[in-house]
């Protein structure tokens, strides 16, 4: 695990993890070339994300619980920066009731972010990833430990707890640094096509089945030849 200070402009964002774990040519594209296209899938993430800020108050207390929505999230240590979909404090029933939350969270309060989903459980760790770089942000923001947190995946409008173990930490970790070495060189992988292209907004953009031929020229004279 390499830890340094990174620079406020050299942050990268939480979300880029995510398209970096899908695929390096995809975050290359958004995140170097500033690639962008929408299809359904994209579209109804971002409307599940939109709902959720937008469906009470910024700030709301229910009972020992406190919740924040479209929480500003930062780690200079990790290098990421970028904001939460919700992030409840949970207050030991014990405790008196605390005046505010951000920022003073301290002893008193337990920071759990909860990320929403549209679909349902990856194979893979992407969301997971990007519940651990938030929970990371949190805790050098708050300097409270941050143990657990959770997904809500749209399809079966369920959470799915998510601890934030060490060898989550060391994935998350791992990701933030291939990320900012990316940034570092510039360097827009090449394309590599499996099955998972067909879901993916920069297919066109992409042509991963045309990058995978000898080349171009090959490609328009067997186009030729038809």
């Known amino acids: 695990m390499t830890i340094q200070h990174y620079a406020e402009e050299d942050l990268v964002p939480i979300s880029a993890l995510q398209h970096l774990l899908f695929c390096e040519r995809q975050f290359a594209l958004i995140h170097l070339e500033g690639e962008w296209a929408e299809n359904s899938l994209t579209l109804e993430g971002s409307h599940m994300h939109e709902r959720v800020h ?3 108050p910024r700030v709301e ?6 919740i ?3 929480l500003h999230l930062r780690s200079f240590a990790i290098g990421l920066v970028g904001i939460a979909d919700v992030v409840e404090f949970h207050r030991p029933k014990d405790h008196e009731t605390e005046k505010s939350c951000s920022g003073l969270v301290g002893r008193a309060w337990t920071p759990y972010p909860v990320e929403y989903k549209r679909g349902k459980p990856k194979t893979d760790h992407s969301d997971e990833v990007q519940l651990c770089a938030q929970a990371l942000c949190l805790e050098e923001m708050l300097k409270a430990p941050v143990n657990e947190g959770a997904l809500f995946y749209g399809t079966n409008q369920r959470r799915q707890i998510v601890s934030i173990d060490s060898n989550l930490r060391e994935t998350t970790w791992a990701a ?3 990320a900012h070495t990316l940034f570092r060189e510039c360097r827009t ?3 590599d096509y499996s099955p998972k292209c067909e879901k993916c907004s920069l297919m066109n953009t992409c042509m991963p089945k045309l990058r995978n031929r000898q ?3 090959a490609y328009m004279k067997r186009g030729l030849e038809l």
């Open 189 to 191: 992988p090449a394309a």
């Open 61 to 66: 207390n229910r009972g020992s619980v406190r």
């Open 215 to 217: 080349s171009v020229a």
């Open 54 to 56: 937008t469906s009470g």
């Open 68 to 70: 924040e929505r479209g």
């Open 176 to 178: 933030a640094l291939r």
